[in-house]
């Protein structure tokens, strides 16, 4: 697509309530990023991908996070058992190799 | 490990006026920077970034950022603020042009009329 495209744009859970978050990247980009976004803080590292494969996922903040590319292109981020803390803008970015990142509007994720 | 400082939270300034938004990195190999914009309810921008090479870097909307290794500063200037720059910049340093990025907090500029 002609940019980086999440969904949903909001997303209200329950505590204990499991939810994926989609990301579309740009058309061609190999990686694939996650960052989380707290609010009067900068984005903070999750996980990326290039292609389907895995690259660093040390950003993620214990094991009730996940994250897949399986095809290459879309990903989704998955957050199990959600609690409060989880709340927070979730943003997904992509890249090709000799730029930086386009990033998504993000996901609001509210806890409650 | 790397990390950003960008100093001062919050910036204003008037139209016409230069900008000077600050950022300070630390990284323990030679650094990729990069400088974001964020508007109300949207994704970050890349304005521009430093990889190698001119020290000097020039981006989008008349936006620039020196690269100096000695003071380990990237910070983003513009001769003269118009309105429509009001917006979140946020610095960010990496190991290389592809992936993790270190971001800074961030920081608001208003431009007044």
């Known amino acids: 697509g002609a940019g980086v495209s999440q969904s949903p744009r909001y997303k209200v859970t329950k505590r204990g309530q499991d939810v994926a978050l989609r990301c579309d990247p740009i058309?061609?980009?190999?990686?694939l990023y996650w960052y989380r976004q707290a609010l009067g803080q900068g984005p903070e590292f999750l996980t990326y991908?290039?292609?389907?494969?895995?690259?660093?996922k040390s950003g993620l903040p214990n094991d009730r996070f996940s994250a897949e590319r399986p095809e290459g292109s879309i990903s989704t981020l998955t957050i199990q058992r959600t609690e409060q803390r989880d709340s927070a803008m979730y943003r997904c970015?992509?890249?090709?190799?000799?730029?930086?990142?386009?990033f998504g509007s993000g996901t609001r994720l509210t806890v409650v | 490990a790397q990390s950003v400082t960008q100093l001062g939270s919050h910036v204003s300034v008037s139209e016409g006026a230069l900008v000077l938004l600050r950022c300070n990195y630390s990284?323990?190999?030679?650094?990729?920077l990069f400088w974001y914009v964020q508007y109300p309810n949207q994704g970050l921008q890349l304005l521009l970034k430093?990889?190698?090479?001119?020290?000097l870097v020039k981006g989008i909307n008349g936006f620039e950022a020196e690269f100096k290794k000695s003071e380990t500063s990237f910070h983003l200037t513009k001769p003269s603020a118009h309105m429509s720059d009001a917006a979140e910049y946020f610095c960010?340093?990496?190991?290389?042009?592809?992936?993790?990025?270190?971001f800074g907090d961030g920081t608001t500029l208003t431009v007044k009329p």
């Open positions: 960010a340093v990496s190991k290389s042009n592809a992936g993790k990025s270190t």
């Open positions: 990284s323990s190999v030679p650094p990729y």
């Open positions: 430093y990889t190698t090479g001119a020290t």
């Open positions: 970015a992509s890249s090709s190799m000799n730029y930086g990142y386009t």
């Open positions: 991908f290039n292609y389907e494969a895995q690259q660093d």
């Open positions: 058309s061609g980009h190999v990686s």
